[in-house]
């Protein structure tokens, strides 16, 4: 179902005045909680998101133990005044996919090996809701991770590329998402470039998903920067206030 | 990055190869490169490359002095919390008294805390810890505080040092769990300086020129109660 | 659940027996308090508490539908409260315990029965349709004295809450209507002293806990105790006391943050 307004004009600008593959406004911060083990809030365009680490720690009950390695469960949830109609508080059947996929991200760049029978539980509250938050809060949980000493393979970002108005383009915002031809979020491990989540809904050729595959892969890259600056930022910040 | 003459470096960070190298503690190999792991202090030995970790939980390493809190006493043994990803256990056997069987409550309950050394980590991260040792006992009275692990060293500083001026000026009895337990035993004013200089010390770890200043702090709030 | 060493509970314990407190504080004395509103852009009105290191972040929905069958000409009220895992290494995913329970009735009651949201001016067609109003409480940071800042964080949501009239075709969007509101103050009881708005280590070991609300007047608008201790007259006085001059101190807090909203 399909508005009459006009995404993307002639000249690539769209409604928010951003060009194809420029991202919105993002802000990181890492360590903003005390009882969490780690954290981090993100804005994202119109995204507010809250990501506490907690662990490694003994999961229980017993029966759910990995006698291996740890098993990461990271919950995404979305509270009930953060999108336009109220949500009823609790897990949707949504939220328990978008859960499902981001723990599986997460555990192929966390050493789950170094702890057998923990748990790494990630919580990802949304708090004000505009696209794309299934990538905010992944790229979220990445700073998170390492505020909390959780040891990586790598510091997990993720992006959406999409197509509206029938062109690629970057990082949907809410009428892009709404309204647009396709979506396509994605998770990477910037270093290796391998994929850790991959999900799209909608209508693109195959030369149209390649596009959008290098435009979100692209705008991982960006953010990555974002977060690493973020991360080292707070270590600084201790050492500027102090000299 | 680099304070207090030590660089910083984060996960996923390339710091050398195994060509020239080796991969030591909080780094890993992939295909001939040697990461970091973890957000902490680069330190090089020989040809091995280490990271010493800047946050993150305690992870406990046989022989390290701890202090517990006593979570559940079991017929044969209690389990512990030692601020580690995992609980301890504690057998019957580790412990100096005589128990009969069933009666181990009436030496450590639910609360009690204890200065342990551990004993033995297995593959599975299975922790035991012991009191058999003249130096390891059930600690009484004083005030008891968590503090992040990586900041231990810190506290404890160069030799000692550190934690030798805190007790030199506030005198206090303090000790110092590796696995960042810390529990303080003075007069209210002590202990409550003891406390700040700790705090600063968390806050500021990273920085040049700290003893100085704990230093400063220390004598300051040791004038103010004379 | 995390077990709390009795060396802490009985040093606690101790300095208030001498008049002290662990964070150095007097006995009736509240930790800094923040309050940030208009935070949420989806929300019709939201608000940010801090009180120390406790967060609790509470946000206002609007929607229109059928009023309560025994109250046909007023809007509805519904508060609710999330104690995400987020907040504490104790809290539990899944749904409402009892203390959400008991946190989301005691900030209700509190704005419902000092009929704080003027809901008689919340009708749309007398006995069909209202405005229902949704009170959403999350927490977000979890260092004791979660009553007192869910409800100034209530609070303050409400005092710069926008009525979506617009959104629903009846008309422009308007403040919602509020009348000077009643603020909640908590105290616990550790061996019988007791202390203003505790701080998670001491209320992890407090034997017992009162809350009370009082208003501008300096009347009682709602109280509710709270744990399996017990109290005695002259102790309740003493919490009443403290929460009217605290209370007094916090409405002036919660005056000055509607002024300056994010809006």
Same mark, same amino acid.
């Given at each position: !179902?399909?508005?009459?307004?006009?995404?993307?004009?002639?000249?690539?600008?769209?409604?928010?005045?951003?060009?194809?593959?420029?991202?919105?406004?993002?802000?990181?911060?890492?360590?903003?909680?005390?009882?969490?083990?780690?954290?981090?809030?993100?804005?994202?365009?119109?995204?507010?998101?809250?990501?506490?680490?907690?662990?490694?720690?003994?999961?229980?009950?017993?029966?759910?133990?990995?006698?291996?390695?740890?098993?990461?469960?990271?919950?995404?949830?979305?509270?009930?005044?953060?999108?336009?109609?109220?949500?009823?508080?609790? #897990?949707?059947?949504?939220?328990?996919?978008?859960?499902?996929?981001?723990?599986?991200?997460?555990?192929?760049?966390?050493?789950?090996?170094?702890?057998?029978?923990?748990?790494?539980?990630?919580?990802?509250?949304?708090?004000?809701?505009?696209?794309?938050?299934?990538?905010?809060?992944?790229?979220?949980?990445?700073?998170?991770?390492?505020?909390?000493?959780? #040891?990586?393979?790598?510091?997990?970002?993720?992006?959406?590329?999409?197509?509206?108005?029938?062109?690629?383009?970057?990082?949907?915002?809410?009428?892009?998402?709404?309204?647009?031809?396709?979506?396509?979020?994605?998770?990477?491990?910037?270093?290796?470039?391998?994929?850790?989540?991959?999900? !799209?809904?909608?209508?693109?050729?195959?030369?149209?998903?390649?596009?959008?595959?290098?435009?979100?892969?692209?705008?991982?890259?960006?953010?990555?920067?974002?977060?690493?600056?973020?991360?080292?930022?707070?270590?600084?910040?201790?050492?500027?206030?102090?000299? | 990055?680099?304070?207090?003459?030590?660089? *910083?470096? *984060?996960?996923?960070?390339?710091?050398?190869?195994?060509?020239?190298?080796?991969?030591?503690?909080?780094?890993?190999?992939?295909?001939?490169?040697?990461?970091?792991?973890?957000?902490?202090?680069?330190?090089?030995?020989?040809?091995? *490359?280490?990271?010493?970790?800047?946050?993150?939980?305690?992870?406990?390493?046989?022989?390290?002095?701890?202090?517990?809190?006593?979570?559940?006493?079991?017929?044969?043994?209690?389990?512990?919390?030692?601020?580690?990803?995992?609980?301890?256990?504690?057998?019957?056997?580790?412990?100096?008294?005589? *128990?009969?069987?069933?009666?181990?409550?009436?030496?450590?309950?639910?609360?009690?805390?204890?200065?342990?050394?551990?004993?033995?980590?297995?593959?599975? @991260?299975?922790?035991?810890?012991?009191?058999?040792?003249?130096?390891?006992?059930?600690?009484?009275?004083?005030?008891?505080?968590?503090?992040?692990?990586?900041?231990?060293?810190?506290?404890?500083? @160069? @030799?000692?040092?550190?934690?030798?001026?805190?007790?030199?000026?506030?005198?206090?009895?303090?000790?110092?769990?590796? %696995?960042?337990?810390?529990?303080?035993?003075?007069?209210?004013?002590?202990?409550?300086?003891?406390?700040?200089?700790?705090?600063?010390?968390?806050?500021?770890?990273?920085?040049?020129?700290?003893? %100085?200043?704990?230093?400063?702090?220390?004598?300051?709030?040791?004038?103010?109660?004379? | 659940?995390?077990?709390?060493?009795?060396?802490?509970?009985?040093?606690?314990?101790?300095?208030?027996?001498? &008049?002290?407190?662990?964070?150095?504080?007097?006995?009736?004395?509240?930790?800094?308090?923040?309050?940030?509103?208009?935070?949420?852009?989806?929300?019709?009105?939201? $608000?940010?508490?801090?009180?120390?290191?406790?967060? +609790?972040?509470?946000?206002?929905?609007?929607?229109?539908?059928?009023?309560?069958?025994?109250?046909?000409?007023? &809007?509805?009220?519904?508060?609710?409260?999330?104690?995400?895992?987020?907040?504490?290494?104790?809290?539990?995913?899944?749904?409402?315990?009892?203390?959400?329970?008991?946190?989301?009735?005691?900030?209700?009651?509190?704005?419902?029965?000092?009929?704080?949201?003027?809901?008689?001016?919340? +009708?749309?067609?007398? &006995?069909?349709?209202?405005?229902?109003?949704?009170?959403?409480?999350?927490?977000?940071?979890?260092?004791?004295?979660?009553?007192?800042?869910?409800?100034?964080?209530?609070? $303050?949501?409400?005092?710069?809450?926008?009525?979506?009239?617009?959104?629903?075709?009846?008309?422009?969007?308007?403040?919602?209507?509020?009348?000077?509101?009643?603020?909640?103050?908590?105290?616990?009881?550790? /061996?019988?002293?007791?202390?203003?708005?505790?701080?998670?280590?001491?209320?992890?070991?407090?034997?017992?806990?009162?809350?009370? $609300?009082?208003?501008?007047?300096?009347?009682?608008? $709602?109280?509710?105790?709270?744990?399996?201790?017990?109290?005695?007259?002259?102790?309740?006085?003493?919490?009443?006391?403290?929460?009217?001059? /605290?209370?007094?101190?916090?409405?002036?807090?919660?005056?000055?943050?509607?002024?300056?909203?994010? +809006?």
């Amino acid at each position: !179902m399909k508005s009459d307004i006009e995404l993307i004009n002639s000249e690539g600008k769209r409604l928010d005045g951003r060009g194809p593959e420029d991202l919105r406004k993002i802000k990181i911060e890492a360590g903003v909680l005390h009882r969490a083990d780690g954290s981090c809030s993100i804005e994202w365009g119109g995204n507010k998101i809250l990501v506490a680490v907690y662990g490694p720690r003994e999961a229980v009950p017993r029966h759910c133990q990995n006698p291996l390695r740890a098993i990461v469960q990271a919950r995404y949830n979305m509270a009930a005044f953060s999108v336009e109609d109220r949500k009823r508080p609790g #897990p949707d059947r949504r939220s328990v996919e978008i859960s499902k996929v981001i723990s599986e991200a997460l555990e192929k760049v966390i050493l789950t090996e170094q702890f057998p029978r923990a748990t790494v539980d990630v919580n990802i509250e949304v708090l004000d809701a505009e696209a794309g938050t299934r990538c905010a809060g992944l790229t979220a949980a990445g700073v998170a991770l390492v505020d909390a000493g959780i #040891p990586l393979r790598d510091i997990p970002v993720a992006c959406a590329a999409g197509k509206i108005g029938g062109r690629v383009v970057l990082d949907l915002g809410k009428e892009e998402d709404n309204f647009g031809d396709a979506d396509l979020p994605i998770a990477i491990s910037p270093r290796t470039g391998e994929v850790l989540l991959l999900q !799209m809904d909608g209508h693109l050729t195959l030369d149209e998903f390649n596009q959008a595959y290098d435009l979100a892969v692209k705008g991982c890259q960006q953010v990555s920067e974002m977060q690493k600056k973020a991360i080292t930022h707070k270590y600084q910040a201790i050492v500027a206030e102090v000299e | 990055m680099s304070t207090d003459g030590r660089q *910083i470096v *984060i996960p996923s960070q390339e710091l050398g190869d195994t060509k020239t190298h080796k991969s030591g503690r909080g780094t890993f190999v992939e295909r001939g490169k040697i990461y970091s792991e973890r957000i902490g202090f680069l330190n090089i030995q020989g040809d091995m *490359i280490h990271v010493v970790p800047i946050t993150g939980r305690y992870d406990p390493t046989p022989g390290d002095f701890v202090i517990g809190i006593v979570e559940e006493a079991s017929t044969s043994n209690w389990m512990v919390d030692i601020n580690a990803p995992y609980p301890a256990l504690l057998h019957v056997n580790e412990v100096p008294w005589e *128990i009969d069987f069933g009666d181990t409550e009436k030496y450590l309950n639910k609360g009690d805390t204890i200065l342990a050394k551990v004993l033995q980590v297995d593959e599975s @991260k299975k922790l035991q810890i012991t009191l058999n040792d003249r130096n390891l006992f059930k600690i009484k009275g004083g005030h008891i505080i968590d503090v992040e692990a990586s900041k231990v060293p810190r506290i404890i500083g @160069k @030799k000692g040092s550190m934690i030798a001026l805190i007790k030199k000026y506030t005198r206090c009895r303090i000790f110092v769990g590796q %696995n960042g337990r810390i529990w303080i035993d003075g007069d209210p004013e002590g202990i409550e300086n003891a406390l700040q200089a700790i705090n600063k010390i968390q806050t500021e770890a990273l920085s040049f020129g700290l003893t %100085n200043r704990i230093e400063e702090l220390l004598k300051k709030d040791a004038k103010d109660v004379r | 659940m995390t077990v709390v060493p009795a060396i802490k509970r009985d040093y606690i314990t101790k300095l208030a027996e001498q &008049g002290k407190r662990i964070d150095g504080r007097n006995f009736d004395h509240y930790r800094k308090i923040e309050i940030e509103t208009g935070i949420v852009n989806k929300a019709e009105g939201s $608000a940010r508490v801090h009180i120390g290191n406790t967060q +609790v972040l509470v946000g206002i929905k609007m929607d229109v539908g059928e009023p309560f069958p025994d109250s046909p000409n007023m &809007g509805v009220l519904s508060t609710a409260a999330e104690l995400v895992p987020l907040a504490s290494p104790d809290f539990e995913s899944g749904p409402p315990r009892e203390d959400a329970i008991e946190l989301a009735r005691v900030v209700d009651r509190g704005v419902r029965e000092s009929k704080v949201v003027e809901v008689e001016k919340l +009708v749309i067609t007398p &006995g069909e349709k209202v405005w229902v109003l949704f009170i959403d409480i999350h927490i977000l940071d979890y260092d004791g004295n979660l009553f007192d800042a869910a409800s100034l964080g209530a609070l $303050a949501a409400l005092s710069t809450t926008i009525v979506p009239a617009k959104r629903f075709e009846l008309g422009e969007d308007y403040p919602l209507p509020m009348i000077e509101p009643p603020i909640s103050c908590t105290a616990v009881k550790i /061996n019988n002293v007791v202390l203003f708005d505790p701080c998670y280590d001491e209320e992890v070991i407090a034997d017992v806990r009162l809350t009370v $609300a009082t208003d501008y007047n300096g009347d009682i608008r $709602a109280m509710q105790k709270g744990l399996n201790g017990s109290l005695t007259k002259e102790e309740i006085q003493k919490v009443i006391k403290g929460a009217l001059d /605290n209370g007094q101190e916090i409405r002036k807090k919660l005056m000055h943050s509607i002024g300056k909203k994010n +809006v």
